[in-house]
């Protein structure tokens, strides 16, 4: 074929499903065959990307062993061809694939582990923003009050987990026997990158993840507080309300606030 | 006008970024993936920023696909520029070769046949992408594996005729050279003999391996002697270029990098004379031709 593009098409083929009729548009040699030839693509195609993935995904890797973990990697390759230039971003629908596909489905805490994996990546290389100052909230004028909202650290990511999975991600990293997986009640954990470029996370309790999701979602100061009142009095609001945006600012979880 | 030289540079990797910002060691440039740093923050940035401050640095990419039959790829251009932007590289590189068709990306550096049309469309490319970038780049030729039938010059007539139309430069790699002549069967210094000197702006040296039955460019090694012996020949041939190895795989600690360097510098000293071996560095490409 002279046409550039059906030989790329043809190339790609082999490279997905090694079926395509490239074989007659390459030399063969005493030295090797181009079926041959083309099998050094084809097997560099797929080490490269399992190799990404490995990276991306290396306490999922070791949680569920060399070999599930390949099983894993080819049904995730085939399913999922990089439509990305960037190799970093390969493999980031791989929790869908664990959640969707029945033999991992059934195993609920890998989609959770996929999902702290993933979360802790995209928080890593998140865009950085200003840290926000208790000295710049505490210079807001009384009118700010009236219509604040927040907006926080591009690396924050917020994940819903119902099983031990953090505690299995921990002693994965940690290099130790993880803990049986068991199924608790939903907890949300949050992942963020402080100015020392390091990620940090913590589980959150009921109270702030309430407010912290209205936060994230663009939702003013008042708002907040008037979720609150499912907690708390109507006077220890305002303070709880306050608290909680101090600590936020502590953590380095603020960028700045909008009024 | 003389070509621009660097000297001695090596590869930027994760592994060394610590030793780098700690030690400043005497290396004259760094070499980065563009691709690594096309993200929106975080450690990778940082670290970029400071070494740059300190180091000259070329970015060579991985994902341009300038060979493909695809339109090119306007997002990763927009943000290899801001990419440019942010570094200020001597110059900036990509493979001859085809990444992605129909929009999957194979993340491997694909050949191409070597004829007439594949010329033109290659040509048209590189021309575009110099306009939208506002400045030339290099082209570097492949290790391959494959010969299409449909190829009818060898490959360093193609590589010249391109960067001739084109107007753009040439990134040689020396290891390359030599593991593809070994897959093809062709003489490494016919390549090197065949190579318009005006047009080579830079040199790969790297470690490949043997996989039985052919050589595969893998980066995780050193150099191999007959590589150097092929640096020696390609330096006496074209006079001083700036020269860096590249190191992707099982990759040593900082200092024996380095060390390996200075096989290089030692080599370019027998060959050359301190005076063509005087940095002389360029800031903006556009300038030299
Ligand atoms: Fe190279």
């Not at chain 2, 020949?233 to 024996?256: C, K, Q």
Request: proline share 4%; charged share 25%.
């Amino acid at each position: 074929m002279s046409d550039l593009r059906e030989l790329q098409q043809c190339f790609m083929g082999y490279l997905l499903d090694d079926s395509s009729s490239m074989i007659d548009e390459v030399e063969s040699t005493p030295m090797l065959s181009a079926k041959g030839r083309l099998d050094i693509y084809a097997s560099a195609y797929v080490l490269r990307l399992k190799e990404a993935m490995t990276t991306d995904y290396d306490k999922l890797a070791l949680y569920l062993g060399d070999e599930r973990f390949d099983k894993l990697m080819e049904r995730y390759i085939d399913k999922f061809p990089s439509h990305t230039t960037n190799l970093r971003y390969f493999s980031v629908n791989l929790p869908e694939l664990i959640r969707d596909e029945p033999d991992y489905a059934h195993i609920a805490e890998l989609y959770e582990l996929a999902c702290i994996e993933r979360a802790f990546a995209d928080s890593f290389d998140a865009k950085d923003l200003q840290v926000a100052t208790i000295d710049t909230l505490a210079a807001l004028p009384e009118v700010a009050w009236e219509n604040l909202t927040f907006d926080f650290q591009k690396s924050v990511q917020i994940v819903w987990l119902e099983h031990n999975s953090f505690p299995i991600w921990k002693a994965l990293a940690d290099d130790e026997t993880p803990p049986k997986a068991e199924k608790l009640y939903p907890m949300a954990w949050i992942l963020w990158r402080r100015s020392d470029l390091v990620t940090h996370y913590k589980m959150l309790a009921t109270e702030e993840v309430a407010v912290l999701s209205l936060a994230l979602q663009g939702k003013n100061f008042a708002v907040m507080c008037e979720k609150l009142l499912d907690f708390y009095s109507e006077e220890e609001t305002p303070m709880k309300a306050i608290g909680f945006l101090q600590s936020w600012i502590a953590e380095e979880m603020l960028a700045g606030f909008k009024f | 006008m003389a070509r621009p030289f660097l000297g001695f540079g090596l590869g930027l990797r994760t592994d060394h970024y610590q030793y780098v910002i700690d030690n400043k060691p005497e290396v004259d440039w760094f070499e980065i993936i563009s691709e690594n740093y096309m993200v929106d923050g975080g450690k990778p940035l940082a670290h970029l920023d400071k070494i740059r401050q300190d180091y000259p640095m070329v970015m060579h990419g991985v994902s341009m696909s300038i060979g493909s039959t695809d339109p090119l790829n306007t997002d990763y251009l927009g943000k290899l520029k801001t990419l440019i932007d942010r570094v200020e590289p001597q110059w900036i590189s990509d493979h001859l070769c085809w990444t992605a068709v129909e929009h999957i990306n194979s993340h491997d550096l694909l050949p191409l046949p070597y004829n007439e049309s594949t010329i033109e469309h290659i040509v048209s490319r590189i021309q575009t992408v110099q306009d939208t970038l506002g400045r030339q780049m290099l082209i570097e030729n492949l290790s391959s594996y494959v010969t299409y039938n449909h190829s009818e010059m060898p490959e360093w007539e193609f590589v010249n005729e391109i960067a001739k139309r084109a107007d753009c430069y040439i990134l040689l790699d020396i290891n390359n050279i030599f593991v593809s002549a070994n897959n093809h069967h062709f003489e490494p210094k016919d390549y090197v003999n065949g190579i318009d000197s005006d047009r080579v702006m830079q040199f790969h040296l790297a470690g490949h391996s043997y996989n039985g039955q052919m050589i595969i460019d893998t980066h995780d090694h050193d150099v191999c002697d007959p590589v150097w012996a092929l640096y020696e020949y390609a330096l006496g041939h074209f006079g001083a270029v700036s020269t860096m190895i590249e190191r992707d795989d099982n990759i040593p600690p900082f200092i024996e990098l380095r060390q390996e360097l200075a096989i290089a510098e030692e080599i370019a000293a027998n060959v050359l004379t301190p005076q063509q071996l005087q940095i002389r560095s360029k800031l903006d490409l556009q300038g030299v031709a």
